[in-house]
């Protein structure tokens, strides 16, 4: 491995190491919960993360907003951070809250149709639906199902 | 302080304090763009993420339930799944460039190349702009259509397409019955 555990090595990566923990807070948050609103909450914690681990590679020390003068008079000392993430996670964050909104409509939905939001009491219900449908079919072919 | 109120969103059970806190979060994060210079992104995720994914939480919380009941399932896998994972995430960090380095390959290919010609090309002083809508407007393009699509979704999942064709077909049902 070519890197040694130097105090600067571990300030220059303490800004990943954060956003993976957020990122696992959120993952988890999405895998353990049953409430679904939660889930969609926990989508959101993960989703941000990614977006500051993007912001934080097009940071650069010393640097300053990417923002010219008015007079267009650029200073070439001045040190501008990178632009180009800044752009991607901007469409990021808008195509997020729409995944976000449909989501939520999907859970809407879901509460009409089932009366609950939690995951397991949903499971249990389609295991019943299953189970009824079986027994209808088994009764037509004469059997079993 | 983004890591804590994460934690609690986790904790929490009563989910309007969930909602309120993933506001709080979002707003934390826009702080934390400003600090690394992103002002476009983090007012961008100011009115986005604290403002309206914070309604349209709380507007489904109107329609559904308040609390969330206790899962019943155990958090192990989850966790252990989680750490395999954020353990990964970590080991590909490793060989990242440091935090802030201006030498990073992030920084020594397209960017400072739309920093110098955009004065000249697009004659915009806010860069993100000027990229936004005129370097990559084929992306921007793209984003409008997501935009679009997922408002045709919303607003037929709300509207009850389905939910009046399926009482038109026990309607159906019914007088063939009778």
Do not use: C
Request: hydrophobic residues 50%.
């Amino acid at each position: 491995m070519g890197f040694e555990l130097t105090q600067e090595y571990i300030l220059g990566h303490m800004n990943y190491w954060l956003f993976s923990v957020l990122m696992m807070t959120g993952l988890y948050i999405v895998v353990a919960k049953g409430n679904l609103v939660k889930k969609i909450v926990g989508l959101n914690i993960f989703q941000t993360s990614v977006f500051m681990l993007y912001i934080s590679t097009g940071k650069i020390t010393g640097g300053t907003a990417p923002i010219f003068p008015l007079d267009m008079e650029v200073d070439p000392n001045v040190i501008y951070s990178n632009p180009l993430p800044h752009v991607l996670i901007l469409t990021a964050i808008v195509v997020g809250i729409s995944t976000t909104a449909l989501g939520l409509a999907l859970i809407v939905r879901i509460q009409e149709e089932f009366n609950t939001i939690e995951e397991d009491e949903i499971l249990e219900i389609e295991r019943a639906i299953v189970l009824a449908e079986n027994a209808i079919h088994g009764d037509s072919m004469g059997g079993r199902a | 302080m983004l890591i804590l109120t994460a934690i609690a969103v986790v904790r929490m059970h009563s989910l309007f304090a969930v909602a309120m806190l993933s506001g709080v979060f979002s707003l934390l994060s826009a702080l934390l763009f400003v600090t690394l210079d992103a002002v476009d992104v983090a007012f961008t995720e100011a009115a986005v993420g604290a403002g309206i994914s914070t309604v349209l939480v709380l507007g489904t919380l109107a329609l559904t339930s308040r609390f969330e009941k206790p899962t019943k399932r155990s958090p192990i896998i989850p966790l252990f799944v989680v750490f395999v994972t954020g353990a990964a995430l970590i080991y590909g960090t490793l060989d990242m460039p440091n935090f802030g380095s201006p030498d990073a390959p992030a920084q020594t290919h397209v960017g400072p190349d739309y920093l110098e010609r955009s004065v000249e090309e697009i004659d915009i002083p806010n860069v993100v702009t000027a990229i936004l809508a005129s370097y990559r407007g084929y992306d921007t393009l793209g984003e409008t259509a997501v935009v679009f699509t997922a408002g045709i979704g919303v607003l037929l999942l709300i509207s009850g397409f389905s939910r009046r064709r399926r009482r038109d077909d026990d309607d159906d049902e019914e007088s063939e019955e009778t």
